[in-house]
């Protein structure tokens, strides 16, 4: 009797080394899914590059080289003296010197200027191409200000706070790892899981010994450490190629980053839970995912200056609360009790997708 109840005891840490085994080689057998994709692999590791590289040099809405036309029928030494202040700028670029407003005017038209600095007595009119407002505003703020100090009357002193040389990359980055984030764990999960039900294997899965729930966990951990492997590749050329700096924790950053990954890993578990192929799945995940986040979640544009309905949905938007938290975080140098708000919505989004996806998923089960 004895010897019964010894071997009864010893059955259940064998039982549990194998379920930790069969556990680990589903994580396994997925890394080297990942790792042979070579598609796959391009998509994660070449995405957030290029994206980088591109919103961090190409795609900015930094103010540089403007083309301004100078109207010299009024010449004096304060006229001089303001064209010079522009010219010495790194803001404008001097083009071409015409005799009338109307000459000036006609180079803005044929896309041969971008401004025009007209001297009208004790003050100077600027013509400014408007077919990109947001554009023209900034050229026009920057063109005063340079203006304001060739004035004799002293000129107003503005102190940028957090960026003081207005780069655009500051803005971009913290947008671009929600985006890049989202999409990639949502997508790549939802993409895998539907995967085996495509190919007949998810009946094999859900018949072995470990869970369902387990077995869902051992699918997205590899997806869980490409991730972290992502996000680390983005705060490297963050800092070391666009000079955007890491004012804040390292430590809360990660920790607020793996709070989003994780909500994305749910998104993109119930998103599988629905989609009975793979193309439905991307075509889901772009629809949810990628319009929301480059609309919505001031990524691109003011979420204050967007009508009001507009703001009521980007309340559901996650990166939205991802990008603010990570802008204060990064550039800011905040502590977490001034993102506290953003990560306890986030925490609350992340515990709604994960019941619901689970909820499903067990329902497609039974």
Same mark, same amino acid.
């Given at each position: 009797?004895?010897?019964?109840?010894?071997?009864?005891?010893? /059955?259940?840490?064998?039982?549990?080394?194998?379920?930790?085994?069969?556990?680990?080689?589903?994580?396994?057998?997925?890394?080297?899914?990942?790792?042979?994709?070579?598609?796959?692999?391009?998509?994660?590791?070449?995405?957030?590059?290029?994206?980088?590289?591109?919103?961090?040099?190409?795609?900015?809405?930094?103010?540089?080289?403007?083309?301004?036309?100078?109207?010299? /029928?009024? *010449?004096?030494?304060?006229?001089? *003296?303001?064209?010079?202040?522009?010219? &010495?700028?790194?803001?404008?670029?001097?083009?071409?010197?015409? @005799?009338?407003?109307?000459?000036?005017?006609?180079?803005?038209?044929? *896309?041969?200027?971008?401004?025009?600095?007209?001297?009208?007595?004790?003050?100077? *009119?600027? =013509?400014?191409?408007?077919?990109?407002?947001?554009?023209?505003?900034?050229?026009?703020?920057?063109?005063?200000?340079?203006?304001? @100090?060739?004035? &004799?009357?002293?000129?107003?002193?503005?102190?940028?706070?957090?960026?003081?040389?207005?780069?655009?990359?500051?803005?971009?980055?913290?947008?671009?790892?929600?985006?890049?984030?989202?999409?990639?764990?949502?997508?790549?999960?939802?993409?895998?899981?539907?995967?085996?039900? %495509?190919? @007949?294997?998810? %009946?094999?899965?859900?018949?072995?010994?470990?869970?369902?729930?387990?077995?869902?966990?051992?699918?997205?951990?590899?997806?869980?450490?490409?991730?972290?492997?992502?996000?680390?590749?983005?705060?490297?050329?963050?800092?070391?190629?666009?000079?955007?700096?890491?004012?804040?924790?390292?430590v809360w950053i990660v920790?607020?980053?793996?709070?989003?990954?994780?909500?994305?890993?749910?998104?993109?578990?119930?998103?599988?839970?629905?989609?009975?192929?793979?193309?439905?799945?991307?075509?889901? /995940?772009?629809?949810? =995912?990628?319009?929301? #986040?480059?609309?919505?979640?001031?990524?691109?544009?003011? #979420? %204050?200056?967007?009508?009001?309905?507009?703001?009521?949905?980007? &309340?559901i938007v996650p990166p939205?609360?991802? #990008?603010?938290?990570?802008?204060?975080?990064?550039?800011?140098?905040?502590? #977490?009790?001034?993102?506290?708000?953003?990560? =306890?919505?986030?925490?609350?989004?992340?515990?709604?997708?994960?019941?619901? &996806?689970?909820?499903?998923?067990?329902?497609?089960?039974?």
């Open positions: 009797m004895k010897k019964n109840n010894d071997n009864h005891a010893t /059955s259940h840490p064998s039982r549990r080394e194998g379920l930790g085994g069969t556990f680990l080689s589903f994580v396994v057998k997925e890394a080297r899914h990942i790792l042979r994709d070579r598609r796959t692999m391009l998509i994660l590791f070449g995405m957030p590059i290029v994206l980088m590289l591109l919103f961090g040099f190409a795609i900015t809405t930094d103010v540089r080289n403007v083309r301004t036309v100078v109207v010299t /029928s009024l *010449q004096n030494p304060r006229t001089q *003296q303001a064209i010079d202040r522009l010219a &010495a700028s790194d803001y404008f670029t001097l083009t071409a010197a015409v @005799g009338t407003p109307a000459e000036a005017e006609r180079l803005i038209r044929s *896309q041969k200027a971008d401004m025009a600095l007209v001297p009208r007595g004790e003050t100077w *009119q600027l =013509l400014v191409d408007g077919s990109d407002p947001n554009m023209a505003q900034q050229w026009t703020v920057y063109a005063t200000s340079i203006l304001a @100090g060739a004035q &004799a009357a002293a000129p107003t002193i503005t102190h940028l706070l957090y960026n003081p040389q207005m780069r655009s990359a500051y803005n971009f980055v913290p947008a671009i790892m929600g985006m890049l984030l989202m999409l990639i764990c949502a997508m790549m999960t939802s993409v895998s899981i539907v995967r085996e039900k %495509e190919r @007949g294997t998810m %009946e094999v899965l859900l018949v072995s010994p470990v869970r369902p729930l387990m077995m869902l966990i051992a699918k997205a951990v590899p997806y869980l450490m490409l991730a972290f492997t992502i996000l680390i590749a983005i705060l490297l050329m963050a800092r070391y190629v666009l000079g955007v700096p890491l004012a804040g924790s390292l920790a607020v980053s793996t709070i989003y990954i994780l909500l994305a890993l749910s998104l993109g578990l119930l998103i599988s839970s629905v989609a009975d192929s793979q193309l439905v799945a991307l075509l889901l /995940s772009a629809m949810v =995912l990628l319009m929301p #986040i480059v609309m919505l979640s001031g990524m691109l544009f003011p #979420i %204050e200056s967007m009508p009001r309905v507009l703001q009521w949905v980007s &309340a939205r609360y991802y #990008i603010e938290a990570m802008r204060k975080l990064m550039i800011m140098g905040v502590g #977490i009790g001034d993102v506290l708000r953003e990560v =306890l919505i986030l925490s609350a989004m992340t515990l709604a997708l994960l019941a619901v &996806a689970l909820k499903k998923f067990k329902n497609r089960l039974e």
